[in-house]
C-alpha cells in the first residue's frame, strides 16, 4: 500500500468547481508582489515566480510572463529576458535558501511534451537534492517532500 502525505491538495480536491479553473498563472492585472494563497514569490508587470503545487522536490518553482502566452516564440523580448533573469536569480535564491545540488531547468510546451498547462508558457526549475531520487521513485514510482509546502514559500519569500 501507497501512502503519501500532501494534505494542501485536499483543498483541490475537495473544491465543487475545479474543472472549471481558470489559469493558476494569470493574475489580476493590478497584483503585485507575493500572495501566500496563489503561492505567488514573486510578481511584476512582466513575469512572475509561484511554487508548484505539485512539486517533485521541495522549492519546485515556475517562472512564467504574466501575459497568456503558450510559446516562447510568441513571447516579447521583453518577456524571454525578464523569464531568463527572473531564472536566474530563483536559483540563486534556491542554491542559498534550499541548498540543492543542483538544478533541472526547462520547459514543457505543447501537450505531448508534459505540458499539464498548455496555454500559458511556464519554465521549472526544480531543485535536486543528493538522494532525492532513491528507491521510493525509481521502484514504487512515488515522490516524497518532506516539508509543507507552506513551510517551503515562507523561507524563500523573504529572498524574492
Known sequence: MESIWAPWRMDYILRPDKGNDPCFLCLPQDHRGPDRDRLVLYS??????????????????????????????KTTEAE????????????????????????????????????????????????????DCNYMTAIGEIRVISEHIQATYDKLVEHF
Open 44 to 73: 511584476d508587470e512582466t513575469v512572475l515566480v509561484v511554487m508548484n503545487l505539485y512539486p517533485y522536490s521541495n522549492g519546485h518553482l515556475l517562472i512564467a510572463p504574466r501575459r497568456h502566452v503558450s510559446t516562447l516564440s
Open 80 to 131: 524571454r529576458l525578464a523569464i531568463m533573469n527572473l531564472t536566474a536569480r530563483a536559483s540563486d535564491i534556491l542554491t542559498e535558501v534550499m541548498r540543492p545540488g543542483g538544478f533541472n531547468m526547462g520547459i514543457n510546451q505543447g501537450k505531448v511534451a508534459g505540458g499539464s498547462v498548455e496555454d500559458h508558457l511556464h519554465f521549472h526549475i526544480t531543485p535536486r537534492y543528493l538522494g
